[in-house]
């Protein structure tokens, strides 16, 4: 029972250099999002998808990328990557049936990513 | 603006006794949930409870209960009979009907003192 599975766990990048955070879920969600959590900031939104092929920007979307070619795989990537990107970045889903918000989000374990 | 916020950065309570955890939000949607996680010094993501605009009862599991009070627009958590274990941070969340994201608060940093 995997559930939501984020890699890499640690990761330490350059100015500059571009990555791509994997997360992957087994639930059969068709609601995926990406969040970055910075002190004091609580869980801010970058991207979400409804479903596969459909994605859109949230709260601080830039120098962020993403795709849903499957249901189960939701990648964020970095374009080029700089300080500010240091943070905790998580993933997760969930299924919102016919559009009822009771459904709760279930959580990759995160991903803390410095830039130097 | 902002949607979900939580007025207490952090809090101290005593082991067995009861806390409050405050959160406020803010919508047009008639229909929405509210959501609170927990998240322990490991980082992991732990959902704790849930309530629905419609429901007509507070939400309860176990130690959690959700005071919910919709012409006020807040959902506070009540953690009755602290444990040593509920040191953590706790973050208030909200998705409007539809197809629409999980929005969150800043968080509580709650410290339960033996």
């Known amino acids: 029972n995997a559930g939501v599975t984020q890699t890499p766990k640690f990761q330490v990048l350059k100015t500059g250099q571009s990555m791509t955070l994997q997360c992957a879920q087994d639930m059969n969600h068709e609601y995926m999002s990406w969040y970055r959590q910075d002190p004091g900031m609580g869980l801010r939104l970058i991207h979400y998808s409804v479903g596969a092929g459909i994605t859109d920007q949230g709260e601080v979307p830039n120098g962020y990328n993403v795709s849903r070619s499957t249901t189960e795989d939701f990648p964020l990537r970095l374009l080029s990557a700089a300080p500010s990107q240091t943070s905790v970045y998580f993933c997760a889903s969930s299924s919102p049936s016919g559009g009822a918000p009771h459904t709760e989000a279930f959580f990759g374990q995160g991903t803390r990513l410095t830039v130097v | 603006a902002q949607k979900i916020t939580q007025t207490q950065p952090g809090m101290f309570v005593q082991e067995k006794e009861a806390v409050t955890l405050d959160c406020t939000y803010d919508t047009s949607d008639p229909s929405y949930g509210l959501f609170w996680y927990k998240q322990p010094s490991s980082g992991e993501m732990i959902f704790l409870i849930y309530?629905?605009?419609?429901?007509?009862q507070n939400a309860t599991e176990g130690r959690y209960s959700l005071n919910f009070q919709k012409a006020r627009k807040s959902a506070n958590l009540v953690i009755s009979a602290s444990q040593l274990g509920d040191s953590a941070m706790y973050f208030c969340?909200?998705?409007?009907?539809?197809?629409?994201?999980?929005?969150f608060g800043k968080g509580t940093r709650l410290s339960v003192i033996a």
């Open positions: 309530q629905g605009s419609y429901d007509q």
């Open positions: 969340a909200m998705r409007e009907g539809g197809n629409t994201p999980l929005v």
